[in-house]
């Protein structure tokens, strides 16, 4: 079983509509965690992260919460635009691990007209 | 300045073929990372630079795979006697420090597409 487990696996919205991707780890102790955007045939680019004491951090229309005690987290897409069409990947840095970050499968969202 | 590169593109080889993969990192970056993404699959950890001191090889799925850096900037992943579940994407990434404190971001190249036919 994947240490991050994220859903929905896909996604469709309309424009302009607000969506939110769940992330669900199983990692523990960590030291924090990240969304990534990787846009088809690029590298992923980050987002937001966050350490395990705080519960939220945005970047403009995006906002992440953090849940330690569930060891949930979510992303949320405000006002959505045909470029936030990407794979949306969590990821949990564990406490200690230095280099070993744990990556989800993602989460492909498209947005459509 | 620029981001991570990362050459070729795109590399179409045959089975048994040997590839090398090349990774120019952002400047200064005292890390370097290499990854794997298949298709439906998270990221895969495969090797990790840092400095000078040995890197952490622990992600290499065989022998046939080995990657250096040399002179703590430029990296080659080389894949010998390539096979058809070596095809993926190779994606490298670079930060200042272990990626995995909250202030170092990782930093990551466009990838390379490997094909083994």
């Known amino acids: 079983k994947n240490q991050v487990e994220q859903s929905p696996q896909s996604l469709i919205i309309l424009e302009g509509k607000n969506c939110t991707l769940q992330c669900n780890y199983t990692v523990s102790p960590f030291s924090n965690l990240r969304w990534y955007k990787q846009d088809t045939g690029r590298g992923p680019v980050s987002l937001t992260i966050?350490?395990?004491?705080?519960n939220t951090k945005s970047n403009g229309r995006y906002t992440a919460t953090l849940d330690a005690d569930t060891k949930q987290s979510s992303l949320h897409i405000t006002a959505s635009q045909l470029s936030d069409s990407a794979s949306y990947i969590c990821v949990v840095s564990p406490t200690g691990g230095g280099n070993k970050l744990t990556f989800g499968t993602g989460t492909q969202l498209k947005v459509e007209l | 300045g620029a981001g991570v590169s990362q050459s070729p593109s795109n590399k179409v080889t045959e089975k048994g073929k040997d590839v090398e993969l090349r990774c120019d990192p952002i400047?200064?970056?005292?890390?370097l990372y290499w990854y794997r993404q298949s298709l439906g699959q998270g990221l895969e950890f495969l090797i990790y630079?840092?400095?000078?001191?040995?890197?952490?090889k622990s992600g290499l799925p065989s022998d046939r795979f080995s990657a250096e850096r040399t002179g703590g900037s430029v990296s080659t992943l080389t894949i010998q006697r390539t096979q058809q579940e070596d095809s993926a994407v190779y994606l490298c990434?670079?930060?200042?420090?272990?990626?995995?404190?909250?202030?170092?971001?990782?930093?990551f190249g466009p990838g390379t597409r490997l094909t083994v036919l």
């Open positions: 966050m350490t395990f004491s705080e």
């Open positions: 630079f840092q400095g000078n001191s040995a890197p952490d």
């Open positions: 400047s200064g970056h005292t890390a």
């Open positions: 990434a670079s930060s200042y420090g272990l990626a995995g404190g909250p202030n170092n971001e990782q930093f």
